[in-house]
């Protein structure tokens, strides 16, 4: 175990703030494999278009997670950028190490609602040309996931897009650390839908995981990203 179970916390302490807390090193309680994966046909441009234009009926998995602020809710958005190659990808990024909260991890481009935002898709476009400069001009968005609250009581909107493949970034060095694809593939087939739970100071925490090793590195993706990923499986599978 990556922490002491039997250690004095606060049942609402943030999962990052937990003394040598490490989430790949939780143990996996179950894989789904045996949820069937969503077919190629489903995952091409068009297909994804034609979903959301014509939605199924559906609920999201997970919704929000256990609050530990008293920080009055926030507005935000995050862009799920799917990459028009002729296998989809997901383009995600790596925050950097220092950040305040979530250092280190997989992220989608997105942040907090600006006033002069129009809508969901206006921030995660502008958070996505500030975080990573990724233009919005070869950016189409298909349509917003239900709301997806965290901890922090940022209340999320997914908005998912497609991008051409001929892309180029620019990564804000303070905010990113690296920027990088995955299949959207592997990402829709539960096989690789890891469940993790750890229970300290009387309460339960649960999360998936879908960690992905690419040339570079193994990307562990989880918390947040994972769970919006999984409503994405499940408005695809649906």
Known sequence: ??????????????????????????????????????????MAPDALRWRFAHPPAWQPEVQAERRFTDRQPAVAAVLVPIVMREQPTVLLTERT???????????FPGGKRDDTDLDAADTALREAEEEIGLDRAITEVIGTMPTYTTGTMFIITPVVALVSPDYHLTL???????????????????AHHRRHALEFSGARREWFSMPYADPRKERFIWGATAAMLRNFYRFLAA
């Open 1 to 42: 175990m990556p922490i002491d179970p039997s250690a004095t916390l606060p049942p609402d302490t943030p999962l990052s703030k937990l003394p040598n807390f490490d989430p790949a090193k939780v143990p996996v309680l179950g894989v789904d494999a045996h949820l069937p994966a969503v077919s190629a046909a489903r």
């Open 97 to 107: 190490a220092h950040l305040t909260t979530h250092q280190g991890q997989v992220a």
């Open 172 to 190: 804000n060095d303070y905010e990113v650390a690296d920027a990088f694809e995955v299949p959207l593939a592997f990402l829709m087939n539960p």
